[in-house]
């Protein structure tokens, strides 16, 4: 079992629509969490992070943290083209350990 | 404020070669990490600096090393380059550790083909 798993998609939106990516992860001692974006030929772009359970919101960006069931999630709402990206998911407890990332595309 | 800086930003090598890679942090963060991207194995940490030490450490062999000067800056060192090694070097920033949990942001990356 990977440390950080994301499902590669590619995962498909219509523009307007809401977007869910999901992240699992196996060490129940992590505390921090982020979400980062990366354009194709680009270096990642921080989005967010959270540390708590619970919802944390930030314009279109709620990312979402159940610890118990050891899974973090991204939803983008009123997805546009410009989400057309790869969200990396990253995880820390002892370490820094990132996912394989999802492959959003939105679809016009 | 101006964000993460590397040089260069493509290098091509031979086999067997040595190569330095730099890293300017975000004025006032402290803390420097490298990683590796490559498609296969996705994005990799290689090491955090913080203060000029070395703070965390990945699972790259003794070829990759690194260092953090009292500026903190940072440059990235790999000996005896294999083919193996292409890959996209980046590195990020943060005001304190990222290993515990601080923000990192990331420079633009160094494109290294070994050839």
């Known amino acids: 079992q990977k440390e950080v798993e994301q499902n590669s998609g590619p995962l498909s939106v219509p523009e307007g629509a809401i977007a869910s990516l999901n992240c699992t992860y196996s060490?129940?001692?992590?505390?921090?969490f982020f979400w980062y974006r990366q354009y194709s030929g680009k270096s990642p772009e921080l989005i967010m992070s959270i540390y708590s359970n619970g919802d944390k919101e930030d314009g279109r960006f709620t990312a979402q943290l159940n610890k118990a069931s050891q899974y973090v999630s991204l939803l983008i709402r009123d997805s546009q083209p410009s989400d057309s990206a790869t969200y990396l998911c990253?995880?820390?407890?002892?370490?820094?350990?990132f996912g394989s990332g999802t492959r959003l595309s939105i679809r016009p | 404020k101006a964000g993460v800086t590397q040089t260069p930003r493509y290098l091509i090598k031979t086999r067997g070669q040595q190569v330095t890679l730099s890293c300017s942090p975000i004025s006032g963060h402290r803390s420097v990490s490298w990683y590796q991207q490559t498609p296969g194995q996705g994005l990799q940490f290689l090491f955090e600096?913080?203060?000029?030490?070395?703070?965390n450490k990945g699972n790259f062999p003794g070829r990759f090393s690194g260092r953090q000067f009292s500026n903190s800056r940072s440059e990235m060192n790999v000996s005896t380059l294999e083919l193996g090694d292409s890959a996209l070097y980046l590195c990020?920033?943060?005001?304190?550790?990222?290993?515990?949990?601080?923000?990192?942001?990331f420079g633009p990356g160094t494109r290294l083909t070994v050839l």
């Open positions: 990020a920033s943060s005001r304190g550790l990222a290993g515990v949990g601080n923000e990192q942001f």
């Open positions: 600096y913080f203060s000029e030490t070395q703070r």
């Open positions: 060490d129940r001692g992590s505390q921090s």
């Open positions: 990253a995880v820390i407890a002892s370490k820094i350990i």
